[in-house]
């Protein structure tokens, strides 16, 4: 299983960005997908996951209001769409996907994971 992470980038305080992941290879039964991300110096944290069937969805309630989640299962990927980006977004942003039934919020739950994309936001 490949998960490739996409649509990163430099963007100005206020602005929008939208994340993509695409998970290739064995793809069947990928039930949770989820983003985290990671800061400079700072440890990887949980940003939003979603069920299969897109009925469950979790933010970390630093971007509630502000990023959403979303997934398409007949293209096997999942996106972010960020609005109203911060300075404090500013991270490297990895997908991850599990075989898993219920939506987890912890990085130890999920078994595959991106390589990560770059956002940068300046003030």
């Known amino acids: 299983v490949q998960l490739q992470a996409s649509g990163g980038g430099l963007v100005q305080a206020g602005g929008s960005l939208r994340l993509s992941c695409a998970v290739s290879?064995?793809?069947?039964?990928?039930?949770?997908m989820g983003w985290f991300r990671q800061a400079p110096g700072k440890e990887r944290e949980f940003v939003a996951a979603?069920?299969?069937?897109?009925?469950?969805?979790y933010y970390a309630d630093s971007v509630k209001g502000r990023f959403t989640i979303s997934r398409d299962n007949a293209k096997n990927t999942v996106y972010l769409q960020m609005n109203s980006l911060k300075p404090e977004d500013t991270a490297v942003y990895y997908c991850?996907?599990?075989?898993?039934?219920?939506?987890?919020?912890?990085?130890?739950?999920?078994?595959?994971w991106g390589q990560g994309t770059q956002v940068t936001v300046s003030s």
């Open positions: 991850a996907a599990d075989r898993n039934y219920q939506v987890y919020t912890v990085t130890w739950k999920y078994g595959y």
């Open positions: 979603i069920s299969w069937s897109s009925d469950s969805a």
């Open positions: 290879g064995r793809t069947f039964n990928m039930n949770v």
